[in-house]
């Protein structure tokens, strides 16, 4: 069996490809250079394609046949201050990408049954102290319009014969990359602290979990259309902060104030200030079994 997957070079790409090898799935890999992975993936397991995906359909011959599509390719939100042109970039590589995707299912004789695409909390905008479940709407600001964009292009595979689910991930933690890589190193020199007030509600996941769910909603035509990629247990960001440094070891008492944020990020500090108090309510009682429920047994776990 072959399953395609989209954005395969990301923190969470890898995790998902190496998941479905272990239990032998062939991947189906789409890169826009194909070449550079040459000698760096299994030829056993992983077939490369070439995709450019705001210019073209995605490749009828990878598509055709293959058990379902996992899709995660889009720029990251996080490399950069948001210009107006980054902006631009980070919604029409979601928006293109996934209409370009699903006019490659559109060509196909015998199209993938299921598509898994991913979306972001980022979908329900600053919510405060508002309980946010899977059903809640869509909030304000310019990460809820790019959610609320590309997942309205992911719902088209729908016309194509697709089930499709939307799966809107918190942070996903790895002490070997994301966001909380780029956090350890001031955490560890005892710089680490609360961002903005920390008071602010900071959905996370860890990365097997993540992985996991993908593969669960691919797996599990029952679960459902909207899963929330997020742990259980709902944290504060200054939370998160003091179980980061006592897990390290290490004070965890420098805040980064708001104003210091906004001045170094500009509207890129959203990912950072926003709060989102999110329940995965219909993603619990699917039936997906959590490996990591609690934050602070999962960082002990990495670095004591």
């Known amino acids: ?84 042109a980054r ?11 996934t209409r370009n995707l699903v006019s490659g299912l559109a060509a196909c004789d015998q199209g993938p049954p299921v598509l898994v695409s991913a979306s972001a909390v980022g979908f329900y905008g600053d919510a405060g102290e508002t309980r946010l479940d899977e059903q809640s709407p ?43 890589a780029r956090m350890l190193p001031a955490f560890r020199l005892g710089l680490g602290g609360p961002l903005g007030s920390g008071k602010q509600w900071m959905p ?20 459902p259309d909207v899963l929330l990629g997020v742990a259980p247990e709902a944290i504060r960001q200054k939370e998160f902060a003091q179980q980061v440094g006592r897990a390290l070891g290490r004070p965890a008492v420098i805040p980064a104030p708001r104003f210091a944020l906004r001045a170094m990020f500009g509207e890129m500090a959203d990912l950072f200030l926003q709060s989102q108090r999110v329940e995965p309510r219909a993603t619990v009682e699917s039936g997906f079994h959590y490996e990591n429920k609690e934050l602070e047994p999962l960082l002990q776990g990495w670095f004591l």
Do not use: Y
Not at 61 to 76: F, K, P, S, T, W
Not at 204 to 222: N, V
């Open 1 to 84: 069996m072959s399953v395609v997957l989209t954005g395969g070079s990301g923190l969470v790409g890898r995790a998902i490809m190496d998941l479905l090898h272990q239990q032998g799935e062939t991947v189906h890999l789409f890169s826009r250079n194909p070449s550079r992975l040459q000698g760096k993936v299994d030829p056993a397991d992983t077939k490369l394609f070439a995709w450019n995906p705001l210019d073209e359909p995605a490749p009828k011959a990878a598509l055709d046949g293959a058990r379902g599509v996992i899709h995660l390719a889009g720029e990251n939100v996080g490399a950069g201050r948001w210009t107006k």
């Open 138 to 180: 869509a909030g304000q600001g310019f990460l809820a319009d790019v959610c609320r964009a590309w997942e309205e292009e992911a719902q088209q595979a729908e016309g194509e014969g697709c089930r499709v689910h939307r799966l809107r991930l918190g942070m996903v933690l790895s002490p070997k990359g994301g966001a909380l």
């Open 204 to 223: 996370w996941i860890s990365l097997g979990d993540a992985a996991r769910l993908f593969c669960f909603a691919l797996d599990h035509p029952q679960s």
């Open 87 to 97: 902006k631009q970039s980070i919604l029409q590589s979601r928006v293109l990408g």
